[in-house]
């Protein structure tokens, strides 16, 4: 089995079905994103970091998930019409999926057993949790929800 994240595919939010590979040699920062939060103004920090960088590789991929405390109860269309309205983001964004349980994406487990967040803890806190993968397909750092968009720029700029 292949050690980078372009073995995976998603649904994107049209529900059409989008292979990681298609991002290689680009820098990803893949977040957990929920419409009702407290860290959910992050949206916005993640556009600036895209509207940024983009044209020097990085691409940002927004993941909604309703497994905390229920913040994004939409579908894949509500999520998007939110989205668009209040953050207008060009950024790709997905399906909603689950991060954690017996239902998580694949994606999600493999992004946890190759970033463990504190004292090697797998399972995903909260919604905005930050996954930055080099341009390899190789999982370099996860963030916790707190850590806004702009701290982790530094960090982008040394892999783009």
């Not at 050690?3 to 994107?12: G, L, R, T």
């Not at 998930?65 to 269309?77: L, P, Y």
């Not at 946890?112 to 390899?136: C, D, Q, R, Y």
Request: hydrophobic content about 35%; aromatic content about 12%; glycine content about 6%.
């Amino acid at each position: 089995m292949n050690n980078d994240i372009y073995q995976f595919s998603a649904n994107n939010n049209s529900g059409e079905a989008v292979q990681l590979s298609t991002y290689k040699n680009k820098v990803m920062l893949i977040v957990n994103t929920a419409s009702d939060c407290g860290f959910t103004p992050q949206y916005k920090g993640l556009q600036d970091l895209y509207e940024k960088h983009q044209s020097q590789g990085l691409e940002i991929l927004a993941f909604p998930c309703n497994q905390f405390k229920q913040q994004e109860q939409g579908d894949d269309a509500a999520i998007k019409q939110f989205c668009d309205l209040r953050f207008n983001i060009k950024f790709p964004l997905f399906s909603k999926i689950d991060v954690n349980g017996d239902n998580a994406h694949p994606l999600f487990n493999f992004l946890k057993s190759e970033a463990p967040g504190i004292m090697g803890s797998t399972g995903i806190k909260w919604n905005f949790t930050k996954f930055l993968v080099n341009k390899e397909g190789n999982v370099v750092k996860r963030y916790a929800s707190t850590t806004k968009p702009e701290a982790i720029e530094a960090d982008i700029e040394k892999l783009l």
